[in-house]
């Protein structure tokens, strides 16, 4: 069964410096999601990306982060100056239309250390 | 009011019982309704995807949806110690182009021998 494959499965960074963690969606899938699961805490919305652009994004999702679809395979999550709060899991999603007939699809997540 | 509250548990059952997990919310904008099963270090799986009030049945997983109640379950008949993990209700609304799951803090279940 196709899935989404997320790298690295860890992550550990010095605070300040710039990351970026790397999903694959599903191949024919044409909408992609970054979610982050501090620990302890619920799985929160992060971005929305579809046809080259943000959808829609969170209030988490500041001028630090950017995500970008390098090419016809790779989705990105970059964060620009890393904070200790930002320690979490980072999700990646797919979904290959809105609404009724295909929900999101999620890889097994980068947990990201900040130091 | 938290949008979508879920019992944290643990919930603690033995092999075979019936388990019942439970969600409610308070946003009627709300139109599709999932179920996410997370094993530790793992990334939330697809259980089952509702948009309508009603059940819908799948193996030994029935979802439930009661929107003039705000309210989502899941049961899970002759549990089985595989069953053991977190799980996660989400909602979804549509915005825009895009949508946007809002979660709950998840119910961790064991399912003892």
């Known amino acids: 069964e196709p899935e989404v494959t997320q790298t690295p499965s860890h992550q550990v960074t010095q605070m300040g410096q710039e990351v970026i963690l790397r999903c694959v969606p599903i191949s024919n899938h044409l909408y992609f999601y970054w979610y982050r699961q501090i620990l302890g805490q619920k799985v929160e919305f992060l971005v929305s990306?579809?046809?080259?652009?943000?959808?829609?994004k969170s209030e988490i999702f500041d001028d630090q982060f950017s995500v970008e679809r390098p090419d016809g395979s790779n989705f990105t999550l970059k964060i620009r100056s890393t904070k200790l709060e930002d320690s979490a899991m980072y999700f990646c999603a797919s979904s290959a239309v809105l609404g009724s007939n295909q929900p999101q699809h999620f890889g097994d997540g980068t947990r990201l250390s900040i130091l | 009011q938290k949008e979508v509250e879920q019992d944290p548990g643990p919930l603690s059952v033995p092999e075979g019982a019936i388990v019942s997990l439970n969600c409610t919310y308070s946003?009627?904008?709300?139109?599709?309704f999932m179920w996410y099963r997370q094993y530790s270090r793992k990334g939330p799986e697809l259980l089952m995807y509702t948009y309508s009030s009603g059940n819908k049945e799948d193996g030994r997983f029935t979802a439930q949806v009661d929107k003039s109640s705000k309210y989502i379950s899941l049961f899970i008949r002759d549990s089985q110690p595989s069953d053991s993990a977190t799980y996660l209700c989400a909602m979804d609304r549509l915005t825009g182009t895009a949508s946007k799951l809002t979660f709950g803090t998840g119910t961790r279940l064991q399912v003892t021998l």
């Open positions: 990306f579809y046809n080259n652009e943000i959808s829609e």
């Open positions: 946003n009627s904008a709300f139109q599709y």
